[in-house]
Structures are given as structure tokens and as C-alpha cells.
């Protein structure tokens, strides 16, 4: 069984799961404009600089990263262009980040993957 755990953003716990069933780890800012299922003023207060440096440590023992989109509704801001704009942004910074898959919860941004950032899982 391969399991998929929370990022706790500490590159020593990527070493102490070495070795188990522990192939991929997941997580997202605090906040972007997608926003997630949990209010970001919980999570770690990281920057995009520190989810690059984890995914790369990441990378560098073997494990994935999947980026989590998992908000329930974006409030249709991908109809604006300023919000469609944001959005591509958000997106092209993950890809370019090496995030090896995004995690989402909304059926628009799907597709949206899938025609814009094929390499994406």
C-alpha cells in the first residue's frame, strides 16, 4: 500500500519517512486564489520560495508532490479576466514549481489542467 500524506513543510520529516509506504506528500500556501478545504490562517505561514525548496527535497528522496486546489467553489472568479489572469498565474508557478500533480475539487479546474498543463498529474 503507498500512502500520501500531509506536508508539515520540515524537510526532516521527509528523511524520517524513508522507508515506509510513503511515496507522495501533498499541501498549498496559506492562501492563493483558489483558497483549499481548510482556512489558511491554520496552516503554516510558508511562502512560494519554501514550497519550492520542499519540493525539491522531496524530489531529491524519491517522493512526489501533489498541490493541493481543493477549495469547494473559486466564486466563478474564473469568468473575469483579471480572476482568469490569477488563476493561470497560480497555475503556471506550480507547474514551473515541479509539482508533480494538483489535487482539485472543483470539475472547471480539471479541464483547465488538462488542456493548459498536460505534464501535470
Same mark, same amino acid.
Given at each position: 500500500?503507498?500512502?500520501r500524506v500531509g *506536508?508539515?513543510w520540515?524537510? *526532516?520529516?521527509?528523511?524520517?519517512?524513508k522507508?515506509?509506504s510513503?511515496?507522495a506528500?501533498?499541501g498549498?500556501?496559506p492562501?492563493d486564489i483558489?483558497?483549499?478545504a481548510?482556512?489558511?490562517?491554520?496552516?503554516?505561514?510558508?511562502?512560494r520560495a519554501d514550497v519550492? *525548496?520542499?519540493?525539491q527535497?522531496?524530489?531529491?528522496r524519491?517522493l512526489?508532490?501533489?498541490?493541493l486546489?481543493?477549495a469547494?467553489?473559486?466564486?466563478?472568479?474564473?469568468?473575469?479576466?483579471?480572476g482568469y489572469?490569477?488563476?493561470?498565474e497560480?497555475?503556471e508557478? !506550480?507547474?514551473r514549481s515541479?509539482a508533480?500533480?494538483?489535487?482539485v475539487? !472543483?470539475?472547471y479546474? !480539471?479541464d483547465?489542467?488538462?488542456?493548459?498543463?498536460?505534464?501535470s498529474k
Amino acid at each position: 500500500m503507498k500512502l500520501r500524506v500531509g *506536508a508539515n513543510w520540515d524537510i *526532516a520529516f521527509l528523511d524520517a519517512v524513508k522507508g515506509t509506504s510513503v511515496d507522495a506528500l501533498f499541501g498549498k500556501l496559506p492562501f492563493d486564489i483558489v483558497g483549499g478545504a481548510r482556512p489558511g490562517f491554520v496552516l503554516p505561514q510558508i511562502k512560494r520560495a519554501d514550497v519550492e *525548496a520542499y519540493i525539491q527535497a522531496c524530489h531529491d528522496r524519491g517522493l512526489e508532490f501533489s498541490y493541493l486546489l481543493n477549495a469547494p467553489c473559486i466564486g466563478n472568479l474564473q469568468y473575469s479576466k483579471k480572476g482568469y489572469g490569477q488563476l493561470i498565474e497560480l497555475l503556471e508557478w !506550480i507547474d514551473r514549481s515541479g509539482a508533480d500533480a494538483v489535487t482539485v475539487g !472543483i470539475p472547471y479546474l !480539471i479541464d483547465l489542467v488538462r488542456k493548459r498543463f498536460p505534464r501535470s498529474k
